[in-house]
């Protein structure tokens, strides 16, 4: 497979149902991680408010499929300069096969397409596939963030 073989376009109504359960899957793998609940807190999972997300002008929903199958989302806010995906998600089975890229690209194209001079994107420690989806797609760390509770 390659990445002409994905098609990349932006969530729709019928989506809902996919992306929720790419969701779901995606919060699975996510538990393991340090900060997955500051992450959820920060940037929550698109869940019952798609309908919602599909009208806001400062956000975007993406998807990414394969032979009409969605294997992907990403959802992207829009905040001055800054383009922020807040999440990325590919099925295991298309991992590292180009749909990620893909998804990027397209990420990359709307964000400059909306006059904005950066695009960052949060990973969580450990989740080096999504550290390595992001600095194969150029994508550098710039500002890690260690806490603690007190």
Known sequence: MNAKLFVVRRGQLNDASAISAL???CARESQS???SD???ATAPFIGNEFEKTLDDAEHLVLVV????EIC???DMA???SVAMVRRVYISESARELGAGAALIDELRLHAKTRGCTRIDAYALP???LTKN???RAGMKARLLIASSDL
């Open 23 to 25: 969701e779901q899957q």
């Open 33 to 35: 991680f340090r900060g």
């Open 38 to 40: 500051q992450l959820l």
């Open 65 to 68: 499929e394969s032979s009409g």
């Open 72 to 74: 992907g989302f990403a």
């Open 78 to 80: 829009f905040s001055d």
């Open 126 to 128: 450990g989740d080096r």
């Open 133 to 135: 989806l992001f600095e």
